[in-house]
């Protein structure tokens, strides 16, 4: 079955920044297209930035700018680089794939952003 393993979540201070990655397994990573969502608590999950098959990308406008994400086919992993971190983007973040018509969803990681 279709399993995510993320990883690199944890405490930063205001400014800082952090790395998020995403093990896939279980599916045709290379057409896949890969996502990442968050959801801060008492609000609802929100899209912040998606890499199609070919590499397209798009952001969410609250993240253009500081966040990056980005893929490795050959490792089935997609990743979030985030820099100038603010407590506003405290959130778990989620790993998301879309194939086929079918959505998967990753477990989490907290990020939490605090001084």
């Known amino acids: 079955q279709v399993q995510f393993v993320e990883s690199g979540g944890g405490l930063v201070q205001p400014g800082g920044s952090l790395r998020l990655s995403c093990s896939a397994s279980g599916l045709t990573f290379s057409q896949a297209t890969m996502s990442w969502y968050r959801q801060a608590p008492g609000k609802e999950r929100e899209f912040v930035a998606r890499i199609s098959s070919s590499g397209s990308t798009n952001y969410a406008p609250s993240v253009k700018g500081r966040f990056t994400i980005s893929r490795d086919n050959a490792k089935n992993m997609v990743y979030l680089q985030m820099i100038g971190l603010s407590p506003e983007d405290t959130a778990v973040y989620y790993c998301?794939?879309?194939?086929?018509?079918?959505?998967?969803w990753g477990q989490g990681t907290q990020v939490t952003v605090s001084s």
């Open positions: 998301n794939a879309n194939l086929y018509l079918l959505t998967y």
